[in-house]
């Protein structure tokens, strides 16, 4: 016991201790935050759906015919209507034959890369990649070449290095919009360069599912690639606003995963009422209302951007609704946090190991449920917490 409290005390004093805060209520643009009222910067709930009255109704009317809990894992009982269902609904949705649900993105990216990847493979990695690809490339038996963010020529240069003593199967994987940056992965040109190596490509997209390209289908979409990518890795919490994750591709990839993945194997299925939630998730997506709310995020995005980029703020290439504002070391990040808090704004002070080392910064995430008023009032205390009095 002493050695962690030593531990959380040294965390402590380089500002680096983490700690949980309870919102009451649901995830809408405004909540309260332990007794105060505050504008909610830093929820992944961009479209909405999290307290949609569409997903809540399904999600009640799916446990009153189905009951709660699914009583077993995928392989034993487990395996319900809606699951299937849902499975069916994003396969068709991605443009794949087939599709599995996961219970999590972090247990179906550390399952998935395991599964699928032996001895004398090679995964070639995005370094910002999410934790749990990291995780999973970790699990396996696959060598992992982490290649720098984004930068296809050095990844094109990596594979050229490898061919020479090349065994076996190559996967490339990348985020579609990175969780930290808010960018967007060149999904073409690694489309390019699997293509030319005969590897395959796996997307994560886990922040793109729903809310970008045209029709909600995400990052592969938005590069024009979707029918190039491999697997499509994405997750229900997010713009879909629910909870669990999904991997659509080609149907001998489900039924490897079906018998050698470990988190899918051994693990409770998703509540059936999770599944219904997230099939009336997609239908809104493909809706009109899913458009509306598309481009809703679209502008709520560029009115929260723009007061903070005529101050000059560095938002580290985001494209998203994800945004960035990088603030270099803890104590300076984690008091501007605290003093937005105190301004009624509630947004993550992100510290390493999330980010590198002198990458600290603030992450705020645009919702399309904002009122952009509301956001150019949260943008202008940022680059008063940032550049004026105190800073
Ligand atoms: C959030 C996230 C995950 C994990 O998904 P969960 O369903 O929250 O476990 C995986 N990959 C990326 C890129 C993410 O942002």
């Known amino acids: 016991m002493e ?152 990844l094109e240069a990596l594979m050229e290095e490898e061919a020479k003593k090349r065994r076996g199967r190559w996967l490339i994987v990348s985020d579609g919009v990175f969780s930290m940056d808010g960018d967007v992965a060149p999904l073409a040109e690694l489309v390019r360069l ?63 995963l079906i018998n050698r993945c470990r988190p899918f194997i051994f693990s409770t299925s998703l509540p059936p009422a999770v599944a219904a939630a997230a099939i009336a998730a997609l239908d809104i997506v493909a809706s009109d209302e899913g458009a509306r709310l598309r481009a809703q995020l679209q502008e709520n995005r560029a009115r929260f951007v723009a007061p903070l980029q005529a101050a000059g703020l560095d938002l580290a290439g985001s494209v998203t609704q994800i945004v960035p504002i990088l603030t270099g070391e803890p104590k300076p990040t984690m008091q501007a946090a605290a003093r937005l808090l105190t301004d009624g704004i509630f947004l993550s002070g992100i510290r390493p190991p999330t980010v590198a080392p002198g990458r600290c910064r603030l992450r705020a995430t645009v919702m399309a449920t904002h009122d952009p008023k509301r956001l150019e009032w949260a943008a202008q205390l940022i680059v008063a917490a940032l550049q004026g009095e105190g800073a």
């Open 194 to 256: 699997k293509e030319r190596f005969e590897a395959l490509l796996m997307v994560d997209d886990a922040h793109g599912t729903g809310v970008l390209g045209a029709t909600g289908r995400g990052s592969a979409e938005l590069c024009g690639c979707l029918d190039q990518v491999d697997l499509h890795m994405g997750t229900l919490g997010k713009g879909l606003g629910g909870a669990g994750a999904y991997l659509a591709a080609p149907q001998v990839v489900i039924d490897t």
């Open 3 to 154: 050695r962690w409290q030593q531990q959380l005390e040294a965390l402590e004093q380089a500002q680096m201790r983490r700690a949980l805060r309870c919102v009451d209520g649901p995830q809408s643009a405004e909540v309260t935050l332990e007794g105060a009222q505050v504008l909610l910067l830093c929820s992944n709930n961009y479209l909405g759906l999290a307290d949609h009255p569409a997903l809540i109704e399904a999600a009640c009317d799916a446990t009153r015919r189905y009951g709660v809990g699914s009583g077993a894992s995928r392989l034993v009982s487990g395996s319900m209507t809606l699951h299937h269902r849902f499975e069916e609904r994003i396969a068709a949705f991605k443009g794949t034959e087939s599709a599995l649900l996961f219970n999590s993105g972090f247990a179906a990216n550390s399952g998935i890369l395991p599964a699928l990847l032996e001895e004398g493979d090679v995964i070639f990695s995005d370094g910002l990649n999410h934790a749990s690809i990291i995780d999973g490339c970790r699990l396996g038996a696959a060598r992992t070449v982490v290649y720098p963010h984004n930068d296809v020529a050095a």
